[in-house]
């Protein structure tokens, strides 16, 4: 069984900084691309960054500058560190893997998510 174990989010101020982790476990797992979602509320959830095996990375133009993710293969794990963060990247944030194993195939799996706040 893949489960993705998240951890780091919190509350800071305005122009602060706070860096997620996401962990997958599982046994014989091939992980492809892993990514950072969020959802605020009574909005739909959307693409924060999305980086691929190979180290190729993709971020919504509204955190471009500001959020960087990166991931260690060895660990399984991908990161999000958001700097100069502002009020409106309040949001519940969820890490995003598809991953590979011989008993499931190729499947999408979520974190339960952590809430950042963003006071101003």
């Known amino acids: 069984q893949v489960q993705l174990v998240e951890s780091g989010g919190g509350l800071v101020q305005a122009g602060g900084s706070l860096r997620l982790s996401c962990a997958a476990s599982?046994?014989?797992?091939?992980?492809?691309?892993m990514g950072w979602y969020r959802q605020a509320p009574e909005k739909q959830r959307e693409l924060v960054a999305v980086?691929?095996?190979?180290?190729?990375?993709n971020y919504a133009d509204s955190v471009k500058g500001r959020f960087t993710i990166s991931r260690d293969n060895a660990k399984n794990s991908v990161y999000l560190q958001m700097n100069s963060l502002k009020p409106e990247d309040t949001a519940v944030y969820y890490c995003?893997?598809?991953?590979?194993?011989?008993?499931?195939?190729?499947?999408?799996?979520w974190g339960q998510g952590t809430q950042v706040t963003v006071s101003s």
């Open positions: 995003n893997a598809d991953v590979s194993t011989i008993v499931t195939g190729l499947r999408d799996y």
């Open positions: 980086i691929t095996t190979g180290g190729n990375t």
């Open positions: 599982g046994s014989r797992l091939r992980i492809n691309a």
